[in-house]
């Protein structure tokens, strides 16, 4: 007999009896876009006032081991193709998107029809959450007991365009995220916010309450800080966030000769799409905070 054992984290919504004959779907739902809004929120003395945001792209992935080679995720279903009959047991709980949002209605094309980064199915085992408190990062783990060594069948979604042929993956152990390519340019005090994606109207324009990682009193949003991270942005996908991508910069004039940011090793060629190789440029470790965190429902 095996065990598989999954982490999920960042963007990441575990369905609970939601998805009919499915006890557990875990949603990553599509984040690779730049977005900007204005949303309210609770303040004091029960006034309301208005935040504005901004959210970098977020990329799913799937790694082996923590800090193994990702591989990028877009429109894959998985399932664990020898997992043992089992009940799912369900232990501590993470945050609920009802909490922030009570009158939260889901998007069939999101959650039923496809239209993710990936779905996960889960039909029994253990789940819990780790992290405790309003300052640390919730992470889902579920472990799974197999017949043998785990064996992941990945498939393509409906409407999935890319050629997506069926893949079996034998690990005991797995990483799924949807995580931010460079911490240091995300407003991180909103990032919980993409795991409102699955919903039928997305991000939401109020909520009842401040989702986690959201300061009583966010910090003002001017040009002049946008302005740097987008560039910031521009620069690390311009050089594939290589000592070599930038010295080719520097030489087209395109760039100042100072570099900043991480060093990555050179990225590899055979990466067959534009998407494939962004993935590559994700920072490992990602530093996380509360903001970070998967999300529940209900």
Known sequence: MGELNITFLGACVNLFG?????????VLPNALAVRFGLIQVPWRDDQIRN????LMPHIATLNQRRF???????????????AKEQMLCREARGFS????????ELSASVVFEGNAMAYFDIYGGRVWTEGSGN?????????????GTPRIRLTALPGNILAVPVQYIETNELFIGNLDYEPALEDASFD???NYLVSRDGIPLRLDKRVPGMPEEPTELTMIHLGQRLKALGTLVETQGTVSGWRAAVDRGDEAEKA???????????????????????????SYNVSCSTSDLP
């Open 68 to 82: 193994g080679p990702p591989m990028f995720l877009m429109g894959y279903h998985l399932t664990v193709a020898n």
């Open 51 to 54: 935040a504005e945001y901004y």
């Open 135 to 147: 300052f640390e990062p919730r992470v889902t783990r579920v472990s799974i007991k197999t017949e």
């Open 97 to 104: 998107l009802y909490e922030y949002l009570p009158k939260l």
């Open 260 to 286: 900043f940011g991480a060093i990555r090793s050179p990225v590899p060629h055979s990466r067959p799409s534009l998407l494939g190789q962004l993935v590559s440029l994700a920072i490992e470790p990602v």
């Open 192 to 194: 919980f916010l993409l």
């Open 18 to 26: 939601i998805v009919p004959g499915v006890p557990m779907r875990t």
